[in-house]
């Protein structure tokens, strides 16, 4: 491990190693001709806060898939969105190959002997499948996984059952999250934030300047 005050990184899942489920959703609108903005809100809610919205109780395990939608199908009714608002979720993990720059940038992490985890906002019902798209077990010794948890970001206890499990200050972690509101929320516990962008090398980049070469 180099000589960095850090001993551990802790990432997001979609829009770190997948293709930003964010992006496929404002991909989707400008593909039907609805506003993509009015998707994301309808679908996910205010995803800087942690609400009442159906998809934000969704993903803290406390309604089912089937249930959420049937809300979701009926706000984006009440808003007049005349598209089909989950024919994106169809692309969400097809948008793009794994980021296997970011898979390789974590194994070697491991190898240096920084302590990794994983902090995710998921839905219990997509777990084999997004478990499936890269090797979770080799990657990461915490997963803290929302939709178990019954917790989600951007609140911090989330972040808090991290650091908790790895025996980490949050002052000695890295934070990687696509949603700047995740981040904001991990840095106002310590933690060093990394926004994640459609070009990942530049997160990497980022990351190497704060650990060096480890």
Not at 41 to 46: I, K, Q, R
Not at 102 to 121: D, E, I, P, Q, S
Not at 160 to 176: E, N, Q, S, Y
């Amino acid at each position: 491990m180099a000589d960095t005050p850090f001993a551990a990184v802790l990432f997001d899942f979609g829009g770190v190693f997948t293709q930003s489920p964010f992006e496929v959703v404002r991909l989707h609108g400008e593909e039907v001709g609805a506003d993509p903005e009015l998707i994301l809100s309808v679908l996910f809610g205010a995803y800087d806060r942690d609400g009442d919205h159906p998809w934000h109780r969704l993903e803290r395990g406390e309604v089912g898939i089937d249930a959420a939608l049937a809300e979701i199908r009926a706000l984006a009714d009440a808003a007049g969105l005349e598209v089909d608002p989950f024919a994106a979720f169809a692309k969400f993990g097809t948008g793009g190959a794994m980021a296997e720059a970011m898979v390789a940038r974590t194994r070697r992490l491991r190898t240096a002997g920084y302590r990794t985890g994983l902090v995710t906002n998921n839905v219990r019902e997509f777990g084999e499948g997004w478990r499936s798209l890269i090797p979770v077990d080799d990657l990461f010794e915490v997963v803290i996984d929302s939709s178990h948890a019954g917790v989600r970001k951007p609140d911090p206890r989330i972040f808090a059952l991290a650091t908790d499990a790895l025996g980490v200050d949050p002052r000695r972690c890295v934070f990687l999250d696509d949603f700047p509101g995740n981040v904001a929320a991990a840095e106002a516990l310590g933690m060093t934030g990394i926004v994640v962008g459609s070009d990942r090398h530049a997160a990497i980049a980022a990351l190497d300047a704060l650990l060096g070469a480890g």
